[in-house]
T-cell receptor
Framework: AQRVTQPEKLLSVFKGAPVELKCNYS??????LFWYVQYSRQRLQLLLR??SRESIKGFTADLNKGETSFHLKKPFAQEEDSAMYYC?????????FGAGTRLFVKA | DSGVTQTPKHLITATGQRVTLRCSPR?????VYWYQQSLDQGLQFLIQ???????AKGNILERFSAQQFPDLHSELNLSSLELGDSALYFC???????????FGEGSWLTVV
């Protein structure tokens, strides 16, 4: 069965501190993995996907197939990074999302 | 602007009633997804259509149904509404499985 787990509902860090949002997945095949972000009063939008291997707004995510993880990282958090972050897995025809982690970056 | 349009933006209705939420996908996208977002349950996948055919089903209640029309727009029908159905309902579209999903702004449903 497909499953995406984001263990932290809320993550609070100080500006300039490193941040890591955890995502673990369960899927029997080779999944496509994504991170989506929802800023206050805005729609969900793609932040990055693993096949692109790119850094968006300073965020990166590495797919670890052995640990079935796709953690999102940023070395220096900014206040504008405060948002809701969702990890998503696309397998077959379904795309499912984790419960989301609210990141709060304090000044 | 993602190009995905949802109507209505806000809807207040009474328990037991029926509502229809409408979605127009991005131009060229054949896949339409419906998600329910509530405070306590996060983003729940409801159902997906591809070029008019149902392709995947998630946690969609029997009181809910959806369809995708030949012009690719989609409707989500919610009936016998209960207080717990109050949520933000998102429509999203993509070119196909495994591709980036583009979300609409959502339809806020309040059941009173």
């Amino acid at each position: 069965a497909q499953r995406v787990t984001q263990p932290e509902k809320l993550l609070s860090v100080f500006k300039g501190a490193p941040v890591e949002l955890k995502c673990n997945y369960s899927y029997s095949g080779s999944p496509e993995l994504f991170w989506y972000v929802q800023y206050s009063r805005q729609r969900l939008q793609l932040l990055l996907r693993h096949i692109s291997r790119e850094s968006i707004k300073g965020f990166t995510a590495d797919l670890n197939k052995g640990e079935t993880s796709f953690h999102l990282k940023k070395p220096f958090a900014q206040e504008e990074d405060s948002a809701m972050y969702y990890c998503a897995l696309s397998g077959g025809f379904k795309t499912i999302f984790g419960a989301g982690t609210r990141l709060f970056v304090k000044a | 602007d993602s190009g995905v349009t949802q109507t209505p933006k806000h809807l207040i209705t009474a328990t037991g009633q029926r509502v229809t939420l409408r979605c127009s996908p991005r131009s060229g996208d054949l896949s339409v997804y419906w998600y329910q977002q509530s405070l306590d349950q996060g983003l729940q996948f409801l159902i997906q259509y591809y070029n008019g055919e149902e392709r995947a089903k998630g946690n969609i209640l029997e009181r809910f149904s959806a369809q995708q029309f030949p012009d690719l727009h989609s409707e989500l029908n919610l009936s016998s509404l209960e207080l717990g159905d109050s949520a933000l309902y998102f429509c999203a579209s993509s070119t196909g499985a495994g591709n980036t999903i583009y979300f609409g702004e959502g339809s806020w449903l309040t059941v009173v």
